[in-house]
């Protein structure tokens, strides 16, 4: 189930810590749940004038793999778009990899099979 973090229009998610935490039910989750979700794949939702949502999804985890027949890295996984990431050198460090896969909307939580 989705964790949803949310701070008002004059926070900055950076420097401060949401102004309250559910998950995506309703139900009240503690800023030890964040903690323990910060790093799982997320995404923003702008509020306007009520500030911002950050949508942390701990089911969803990309498998990257390298493709020898396509020639490139390949993200897949439950709820994760299969896509080429566009990297087509076998040997790309983990940090290009997570890089060029996090370019986009969502920020996923990465597992790279070599």
Request: aromatic share 10%.
């Amino acid at each position: 189930m989705d964790l949803i973090a949310v701070w008002g229009k004059n926070k900055d998610e950076y420097y401060d810590g949401p102004d309250f935490v559910r998950w995506a039910n309703g139900n009240a989750a503690t800023l030890e749940n964040y903690r323990n979700h910060i790093g799982d794949t997320h995404f923003w939702v702008e509020k306007g004038i009520h500030g911002r949502e950050m949508h942390m999804c701990p089911d969803v985890i990309a498998i990257v793999t390298y493709d020898p027949y396509g020639g490139v890295w390949v993200a897949k996984g439950h709820g994760v778009e299969t896509t080429g990431i566009g990297i087509t050198d076998p040997l790309a460090p983990d940090d290009q990899i997570v890089a060029a896969l996090n370019t986009g909307r969502m920020t996923y939580r990465v597992r790279i099979i070599r």
